[in-house]
């Protein structure tokens, strides 16, 4: 049981990762990027890094491009919040 709940663990990671994977060239293209901070129930923490970071529309961007993509990567997924915004 534990094993499985690990494997399902790692399996949301990794669909995480392939959205943010999704959404990074964008990103990249405007001197940025995002990395996973971490999965908490259905909340995923993400950091928006280079010129991303200090952007005035990353929340647009968190709401309208990076929540959209991974909730349809892992629809169980009901926010995408920003280190920035628990901080």
Do not use: Y
Request: proline share 2%; glycine share 6%; hydrophobic share 35%.
């Amino acid at each position: 049981m534990f094993c499985r709940q690990i494997e399902m663990e790692k399996t949301i990671r990794n669909n995480i990762e392939n959205a943010l994977d999704e959404i990074r060239p964008f990103l990249k293209n405007d001197g940025g990027d995002i990395s996973l901070v971490g999965v908490e129930d259905t909340t995923v923490k993400v950091k928006f890094e280079g010129a991303c970071s200090t952007c005035t529309v990353n929340q647009m961007t968190l709401k309208s491009g990076v929540e959209m993509i991974i909730k349809k990567h892992v629809p169980h997924i009901e926010n995408v919040i920003s280190v920035g915004d628990i901080e």
